[in-house]
């Protein structure tokens, strides 16, 4: 069964759907089936992959929505090796309903069981982009993940909704029994020079550890919490205006700037390590 990794933060702009979609398409491009999950009613990261009408898909084979009634989604095939479920306005509804366990209904679809095979079957790696909340679809996404990956911005204001992050998931983690793995905190928009943003990248470094070891049952892909910051750089919006991965935006429009590139080179590299993959996957 494919790794799931979740991309939680509640609060917004952190850069989840960034992050999701830039690692995404690299990984695709490794090789691996991927299949990214928009479980976001936003649907930002559907969006970013090109389609702007997210009511076309209710009612369809790509109805997000269908998990809820226990039936199955045809990923959308964007590209070669990458798969997206998009996501459309009435997850909102779903996730605000009293339906019983709506909490894991994202996991259900994923893993399968009660003799229902899962879809993470069918891919080496899911990512799951989420909302910026702590609601059902947050915590949905946390209880389907063996990996949380969290995106944060470093002002002072992103640290706070940082540490409310953490709680979610040690609540989630606690409530549903879960066994996922924290692969790491990625500052996002870092600026090397800004004052600001160094204070509250050592403050965090100081504080998110204390936090984790008062509660050793969350697990750790390495003791280095951290990843390597991605930096502030304006290719990021003018790429998802333009409905292009970052790598493509880069290469056609902004040569000049491959050093995006190689940050999301290393990042992967890094997740392909934490998530023990195979270093190549034969295709
Ligand atoms: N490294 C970066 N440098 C500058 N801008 C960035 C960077 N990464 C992302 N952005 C921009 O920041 C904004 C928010 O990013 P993104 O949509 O990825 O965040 P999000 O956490 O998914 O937001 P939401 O909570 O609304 O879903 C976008 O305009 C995006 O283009
Ligand atoms: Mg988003």
Redesign the pocket.
């Known amino acids: 069964m494919g790794k799931i990794i979740g991309v939680v ?1 509640q609060k ?8 999701t979609n830039a690692l995404s398409h690299e990984f695709a491009r490794r090789g691996y089936r991927v299949l990214v999950v928009d479980y ?1 009613p ?1 649907g ?1 990261q559907t969006m970013l992959f090109g389609f702007n009408k997210l009511s076309q898909f209710i009612d369809t084979e790509h109805d997000i929505t269908n998990i809820f009634n226990n039936e199955d989604i045809n990923p959308i095939n964007v590209k070669e090796n990458l798969y997206l479920i998009p996501a459309n306005q009435s997850l909102r509804e779903e996730a605000e309903s009293g339906r019983m366990g709506k909490e894991l209904v994202l996991s259900n679809f994923l893993r399968g069981g009660f003799g229902k095979k899962g879809i993470a079957e069918e891919f080496d790696l899911i990512f799951i982009d989420s ?2 909340d702590s609601g059902a679809l947050t915590v949905g996404t946390i209880a389907a993940s063996d990996y949380i990956l969290i ?1 944060t911005r470093l002002t002072f204001v992103d640290s706070t909704g940082l540490v409310g992050t953490l709680q979610t998931i040690i609540q989630a983690v606690i409530t549903f029994r879960l066994e996922l793995s924290i692969l790491g905190f990625i500052p ?2 870092y600026k090397s020079r800004l004052k600001e943003h160094n204070d509250v990248l050592s403050s965090l470094k100081q504080t998110i550890p204390q936090i984790l070891e008062k509660h050793s049952f969350i697990k750790k892909a390495s003791d280095e919490l951290f990843l390597e910051p ?5 290719a ?2 003018e790429a ?1 205006a333009k409905r292009v991965s970052i790598r493509e935006y880069i290469e056609k429009e902004k040569r000049a700037q491959k050093d995006i590139i190689f940050s999301i080179e290393n990042l992967t590299d890094e997740i392909t390590r934490r998530v023990l993959l195979p270093a190549e996957i034969n295709v």
């Open positions: 933060n917004g702009g952190a850069g989840k759907s960034s992050i976001d936003q930002t909302p910026a995106p996002v928009a991605i930096r502030d750089r304006i990021w919006a998802a």
